[in-house]
C-alpha cells in the first residue's frame, strides 16, 4: 500500500502543493516538465516568443479549462466557447483556472466602464426596484432595460440611445461664402456631384453657378441646402443625339449628409460628413440617451444618467447612506420611494463593494458612462481584475497576462497589493509579465528561453526569485538583478516645435502643448492623466487632417475611438515643418488566418514573383498570380488556401485538422512541383523570418523587408504565421518594420502608444534602437510611454498629471529627462531618476 500510494503521481503533486507539468511540446516548447508552487505567486518570463505564455496559458489554462468542460453536461458544452486540447503528456494537482489576458478596448463606442463591470445591470435594476418614481407612476412599473439606452425599451427616439444630435447650418455646409457653386461652395456635397449633378441640375433650374454664394438670394440658398427631395425635369443632352427629358429627384445638401450618415457603410465616408454637421447633446434626452419615463425616476435625488455621469468616487458616497442601513424602513421616505426597501438596501451593498475595490486600485476618478474605446489598456486591465476579486473565488489558478501592462510604476503598487489578496484568499496567481519590478514581488518566477522561436521553449530555471542569479543563459537575469547596462544616444536638441493651442477633449481643458520635431519624445503620466487623448486623439485627428487630409481611419469593423461633441483646438503652428503622419498601434493587421506577416509587410509579392521567374515556372507559363493562396489556380482548392480545416466533433470542442489533400502546404501538387534552391513556396511560407532572411538574401525586395523584421526583435515569427495568432505588441512591430523599410523623404511624424507593451526589457532596447533610427533619418516620433527607461532615453519628457480623471489633464513639467526627474510636483519624477542610474 504504501508503495502504490508513492507512485501515485496525481496524490503525489497534490500533497506536495505543486502543478506538475510533463511533456509540453506546445508551439515551440520542447517537451517541457516543470514543477510549479499552487497556492503562491509565480512569474513567467523569457524574451517575446520564447514560449512562456505557451507554457502558462496554451498549456496549464487550457487544460484546466477542457477539464472543466469534460465536468459540463454534453448539451451544455455546445453552448460555450471552447478551447483547444494541449500537447502535453500530463498535469497532475491542477485546479480550476481563470485567465485574465489582455485585450485592447472594446469595438463599439456603446461599450462602458459599466457594461463592462456589470455595474450597469446593478444600476438599472436599482432605479427598476428601489428608485422613486413622480407622482403619477407606479413604483417599480419599469423593467431594468427601460434605463438602458442599449434596449429599444429604453433608448431615446430621437437619438437612438446615443445622447448626440447631429444637424446642419449654412455655415456648416458652406464654410466659404466667398466661392460660388461652380467652385465648390457646398463643401459638404461629393466631388462628382458637385462637378456635374448639382451643378447641372441648379443651371437647368434657372439658378446661377457663378456668383459667390453669399450673393444669392437667401431663399434660393436656403431652397439649395435645405428643401427637401424635390422632383426635378432637366434635359440632359447626349452625344450626337437628340436631347431626352430625364425625370430625377433633387437632393438637398442636408438630405446629402444626414442620409450619408444613417446608411453609409463606409467609417471613412460618415467621417467626412461629419465634419460638415453640428453636433451636440440631444435636445430630447439632454445627452443621456434615455427616454423621458426612464428619467423621470431617480434614487437620492438624481437620475440615472446622473449617476452613471459621477465618478465612481463621488457614486460610493451617494448610495452609502442606503447601503449602510441595517434594516429596511429605517429611513422616512416619499411615498413613492422604494429606496429604504431591503432590494434597494441589497443592490446598493453590492454595488458599494465593488466601487470600494475600484476607487482602491485607483479608478475613482472613471465614470460608469466612460467609454471603454477611451480607455488606456491599464484601467482596462485593472477593471478586469477588480472584478475577478470581487468574485470571491477560492482554490483556483488566475493566469494573468502582464497584469502591469499599461501601469505607470505609481499605479503598479496598487496592483501588487490587489495581486496579495487574490493569493490571501486562497489562490494561485500565475503572471506572463515584463516588468521586473512585479517579478521581484512575486514568490517564483519560471524562466523561459534562452531566445524566441526555435531558439526558446526550455525551461532554463524554476524556483525563487534569486535563484535566477545564478542562470548565466537567462535572458531576464541581467534586467532582474540589475545588470543590464542601458545606453542611449546623445540627447537631440530641438530646434523647431509643433504648437497646440486650446485642447479640449475629455479631462483635457484649454490646455496648450508644445511637441518638439525632429527628436524622440515621451508623453508619460498615471493612468487617465491624458497622455492618449492628447497624443492618440488629439494629435492624431487634427495633425492628420491637416496633413494626410484626412483623419486616421479606424480599422474594419471598429467605430471611431471617440465621439465627443466638445472636442477642440482652437489653434495649431508649425505644420508647415511636417510632410505625412503615420499611427503605429497595436490593432491587428488583419482579421482573419488570410492575412498574415509575409503578405501585410508586402514581401511575399517579392517571393511569388520570384517563384514566377525560375525556369520551371516560365515553361510551364505560370505567373506570379500562380503563387497566390487566395486566388484560384495554384492553390488547394480543398481547403481554398487556407491550409487546414474546420472539424466539427458534435459535444466534443470543435476544432482544425490540416487539409487531407494538401497536408497544410494551402497549394496544389503542380504548384509544389516549382522550387527554389530546393524549396517550395509553402516551405518559405513555413520558415521563421531568422531562416527566411538567410534563405532569400540575394532577392533585394524580400531581403529589406526581412532586415527589419530582424532588427525589431521578430526573428521568432513565422512568415505565414496568421495575423490572428500575433499579439497587439508584435502587431505594432510589425507595423513599424513595414514603416522602416519604406524609403521616403520628408518630415514624418510618428505616434506610438505604449510600444513596450508586451516586450521584454532585452527587446525593449531593440525597439528604442529602431525609434532612433527614424529620428536620425530626420522624423519626429512621439511615444505615450509608462516604461522608465524608455523615458529616460528620450530627448524630450512631456508628463502629465497630476493624477487621473477631471484630477488630470495638465501638463506638470515638460524639458529633458532629467529636468523631469528634477520635478517636485511630478509623480514620475521619483521612477525617473531611479532609471536614469541606469543609463551609460
Known amino acids: 500500500m504504501m508503495s502504490s500510494v508513492k507512485s501515485n503521481p496525481v496524490q503525489a503533486s497534490t500533497r506536495n502543493g505543486m502543478v506538475s507539468v510533463r511533456g509540453a511540446q506546445e508551439n515551440n516548447l520542447r517537451n517541457v516538465d516543470v514543477d510549479v508552487p499552487r497556492d503562491a505567486i509565480v512569474a513567467f518570463t523569457g524574451v517575446s516568443g520564447s514560449g512562456k505564455s505557451s507554457l502558462a496559458f496554451g498549456t496549464i489554462y487550457a487544460e484546466a479549462q477542457r477539464r472543466y468542460f469534460e465536468s459540463v453536461a454534453p448539451y451544455a458544452r455546445r453552448l460555450l466557447s471552447q478551447g483547444h486540447n494541449p500537447k502535453v503528456e500530463e498535469i497532475t494537482g491542477l485546479p480550476p483556472a481563470v485567465a485574465l489576458q489582455q485585450r485592447r478596448g472594446a469595438p463599439s463606442s456603446r461599450s462602458t466602464v459599466g457594461t463592462l463591470t456589470t455595474l450597469s445591470n446593478s444600476m438599472r435594476m436599482l432605479f427598476s426596484r428601489?428608485?422613486?418614481?413622480?407622482?403619477?407612476?407606479?413604483?417599480?412599473?419599469?423593467?431594468?432595460?427601460?434605463?438602458?439606452?442599449?434596449?429599444?425599451?429604453?433608448?431615446?427616439?430621437?437619438?437612438?440611445?446615443?445622447?448626440?444630435?447631429?444637424?446642419?447650418?449654412?455655415?456648416?455646409?458652406?464654410?466659404?461664402?466667398?466661392?460660388?457653386?461652380?467652385?465648390g461652395a457646398i463643401a459638404a456635397w461629393p466631388g462628382a456631384w458637385q462637378g456635374k449633378n448639382l451643378r447641372d441640375i441648379l443651371i437647368q433650374l434657372g439658378y446661377d453657378v457663378d456668383v459667390p454664394w453669399k450673393k444669392l438670394p437667401k431663399k434660393d440658398r436656403d431652397w439649395i441646402l435645405f428643401t427637401d427631395e424635390q422632383p426635378v425635369v432637366m434635359i440632359t443632352p447626349q452625344r450626337d443625339r437628340v436631347a431626352k427629358p430625364y425625370k430625377g429627384r433633387f437632393w438637398s445638401a442636408k438630405s446629402y449628409v444626414m442620409h450619408t450618415l444613417a446608411d453609409s457603410g463606409s467609417a471613412q465616408m460618415r467621417e467626412r460628413v461629419l465634419a460638415y454637421m453640428v453636433s451636440g447633446p440631444c435636445p430630447v434626452c439632454g445627452g443621456a440617451g434615455l427616454r423621458p419615463e426612464a428619467l423621470a425616476v431617480t434614487f437620492a435625488g438624481r437620475n440615472i444618467a446622473e449617476l452613471n455621469g459621477a465618478t465612481l468616487a463621488e457614486l460610493a458616497e451617494i448610495i452609502r447612506p442606503?447601503?449602510?442601513?441595517?434594516?429596511?424602513?429605517?429611513?422616512?421616505?416619499?411615498?413613492?420611494?422604494?429606496?429604504?426597501?431591503?432590494?434597494?438596501?441589497?443592490?446598493?451593498?453590492?454595488?458599494?463593494?465593488?466601487?470600494?475595490?475600484?476607487t482602491g486600485l485607483g479608478l475613482g476618478y472613471l465614470s460608469l458612462s466612460r467609454a471603454t474605446p477611451t480607455l488606456s489598456p491599464g484601467e482596462m486591465q485593472r477593471l478586469r481584475i477588480a472584478t475577478q476579486l470581487r468574485s470571491g473565488l477560492f482554490g483556483v489558478i488566475y493566469v494573468l497576462d502582464e497584469p502591469s501592462a499599461g501601469l505607470h510604476p505609481a499605479d503598479a503598487e496598487p496592483l501588487l497589493t490587489v495581486l496579495q489578496e487574490l493569493k490571501d484568499a486562497g489562490n494561485s496567481v500565475f503572471v506572463v509579465e515584463h516588468n521586473m519590478d512585479v517579478v521581484r514581488s512575486a514568490e517564483w518566477i519560471v524562466d523561459v528561453g534562452p531566445q524566441a522561436g526555435d531558439g526558446g521553449g526550455t525551461v532554463l530555471y524554476s524556483g525563487p526569485v534569486e535563484g535566477l542569479a545564478k542562470v548565466r543563459d537567462s535572458a531576464t537575469r541581467p534586467f532582474l538583478f540589475g545588470e543590464a547596462r542601458d545606453v542611449r544616444p546623445?540627447?537631440?536638441?530641438?530646434?523647431?516645435?509643433?504648437?497646440?493651442?486650446?485642447?479640449?477633449?475629455?479631462?483635457?481643458?484649454?490646455?496648450?502643448?508644445?511637441?518638439?520635431?525632429?527628436?524622440?519624445?515621451?508623453?508619460?503620466?498615471?493612468?487617465?492623466?491624458?497622455?492618449?487623448?492628447?497624443?492618440?486623439?488629439?494629435?492624431?485627428?487634427?495633425?492628420?487632417?491637416?496633413?494626410?487630409?484626412?483623419?486616421?481611419?479606424?480599422?474594419?469593423?471598429?467605430?471611431?475611438?471617440?465621439?465627443?461633441?466638445?472636442?477642440?483646438?482652437?489653434?495649431?503652428?508649425?505644420?508647415?515643418?511636417?510632410?505625412?503622419?503615420?499611427?503605429?498601434?497595436?490593432?491587428?493587421?488583419?482579421?482573419?488566418?488570410?492575412?498574415?506577416?509575409?503578405?501585410?509587410?508586402?514581401?511575399?509579392?517579392?517571393?511569388?514573383?520570384?517563384?514566377?521567374?525560375?525556369?520551371?515556372?516560365?515553361?510551364?507559363?505560370?505567373?506570379?498570380?500562380?503563387?497566390?493562396?487566395?486566388?484560384?489556380?495554384?492553390?488547394?482548392?480543398?481547403?481554398?488556401?487556407?491550409?487546414?480545416?474546420?472539424?466539427?466533433?458534435?459535444?466534443?470542442?470543435?476544432?482544425?485538422?490540416?487539409?487531407?489533400?494538401?497536408?497544410?502546404?494551402?497549394?496544389?501538387?503542380?504548384?509544389?512541383?516549382?522550387?527554389?534552391?530546393?524549396?517550395?513556396?509553402?516551405?518559405?511560407?513555413?520558415?521563421?523570418?531568422?531562416?527566411?532572411?538567410?534563405?532569400?538574401?540575394?532577392?533585394?525586395?524580400?531581403?529589406?523587408?526581412?532586415?527589419?523584421?530582424?532588427?525589431?526583435?521578430?526573428g521568432y515569427l513565422r512568415l505565414g504565421q496568421p495575423a490572428t495568432e500575433l499579439s497587439g505588441g508584435e502587431a505594432q512591430r510589425i507595423k513599424l518594420a513595414t514603416e522602416l523599410q519604406r524609403?521616403?523623404?520628408?518630415?514624418?511624424?510618428?505616434?506610438?502608444?505604449?510600444?513596450?507593451?508586451?516586450?521584454?526589457?532585452?527587446?525593449?532596447?531593440?525597439?528604442?534602437?529602431?525609434?532612433?533610427?527614424?529620428?536620425?533619418?530626420?522624423?519626429?516620433?512621439?511615444?505615450?510611454?509608462?516604461?522608465?527607461?524608455?523615458?529616460?532615453?528620450?530627448?524630450?519628457?512631456?508628463?502629465?498629471?497630476?493624477?487621473?480623471?477631471?484630477?488630470?489633464?495638465?501638463?506638470?513639467?515638460?524639458?529633458?529627462?532629467?529636468?523631469?526627474?528634477?520635478?517636485?510636483?511630478?509623480?514620475?519624477?521619483?521612477?525617473?531618476?531611479a532609471a536614469l542610474k541606469t543609463l551609460g
Open 490 to 714: 546623445p540627447r537631440r536638441v530641438p530646434e523647431q516645435w509643433l504648437s497646440l493651442k486650446g485642447i479640449t477633449r475629455h479631462n483635457l481643458r484649454e490646455l496648450d502643448a508644445e511637441i518638439p520635431l525632429g527628436v524622440l519624445t515621451a508623453v508619460t503620466g498615471v493612468s487617465g492623466s491624458g497622455k492618449s487623448t492628447l497624443v492618440s486623439q488629439v494629435l492624431a485627428e487634427t495633425v492628420g487632417s491637416k496633413v494626410n487630409g484626412a483623419a486616421p481611419e479606424p480599422a474594419d469593423g471598429e467605430e471611431a475611438e471617440d465621439n465627443d461633441p466638445g472636442a477642440k483646438v482652437r489653434g495649431i503652428a508649425g505644420l508647415e515643418h511636417l510632410d505625412r503622419l503615420v499611427r503605429v498601434d497595436q490593432r491587428p493587421i488583419g482579421r482573419t488566418p488570410r492575412s498574415n506577416l509575409a503578405t501585410y509587410t508586402g514581401l511575399f509579392d517579392a517571393v511569388r514573383k520570384l517563384y514566377a521567374s525560375t525556369d520551371e515556372a516560365r515553361a510551364r507559363g505560370y505567373t506570379a498570380g500562380r503563387f497566390s493562396f487566395n486566388v484560384a489556380g495554384g492553390r488547394c482548392e480543398t481547403c481554398q488556401g487556407e491550409g487546414f480545416l474546420a472539424v466539427e466533433l458534435l459535444f466534443l470542442p470543435g476544432t482544425y485538422g490540416p487539409c487531407p489533400v494538401c497536408h497544410g502546404a494551402r497549394y496544389n501538387e503542380e504548384t509544389l512541383e516549382v522550387t527554389y534552391r530546393g524549396k517550395s513556396i509553402a516551405d518559405v511560407l513555413g520558415m521563421r523570418v531568422e531562416s527566411a532572411a538567410e534563405f532569400l538574401a540575394d532577392v533585394p525586395a524580400a531581403a529589406r523587408s526581412l532586415r527589419t523584421l530582424l532588427d525589431v526583435g521578430l
Open 743 to 833: 524609403a521616403r523623404r520628408g518630415h514624418t511624424l510618428y505616434l506610438l502608444d505604449e510600444p513596450t507593451t508586451g516586450l521584454h526589457p532585452q527587446d525593449v532596447q531593440l525597439l528604442l534602437a529602431q525609434l532612433n533610427r527614424l529620428v536620425d533619418a530626420g522624423n519626429t516620433v512621439v511615444v505615450v510611454e509608462h516604461s522608465m527607461n524608455v523615458v529616460a532615453s528620450a530627448d524630450w519628457v512631456i508628463d502629465m498629471g497630476p493624477s487621473g480623471g477631471e484630477e488630470g489633464g495638465r501638463i506638470i513639467c515638460a524639458g529633458t529627462a532629467a529636468d523631469v526627474a528634477g520635478c517636485d510636483a511630478s509623480r514620475t519624477a521619483p521612477y525617473l531618476a
Open 130 to 183: 428601489g428608485g422613486t418614481y413622480p407622482a403619477d407612476a407606479e413604483p417599480g412599473s419599469l423593467d431594468s432595460d427601460a434605463f438602458s439606452p442599449n434596449t429599444a425599451a429604453g433608448a431615446c427616439r430621437e437619438c437612438s440611445g446615443l445622447g448626440i444630435a447631429h444637424t446642419v447650418t449654412e455655415d456648416s455646409l458652406v464654410p466659404d461664402p466667398s466661392l460660388t457653386i461652380r467652385e
Open 322 to 358: 442606503t447601503a449602510e442601513l441595517k434594516s429596511a424602513g429605517t429611513a422616512s421616505r416619499a411615498a413613492a420611494s422604494n429606496e429604504d426597501t431591503e432590494v434597494a438596501v441589497t443592490i446598493t451593498r453590492d454595488l458599494l463593494g465593488r466601487l470600494e475595490i475600484l
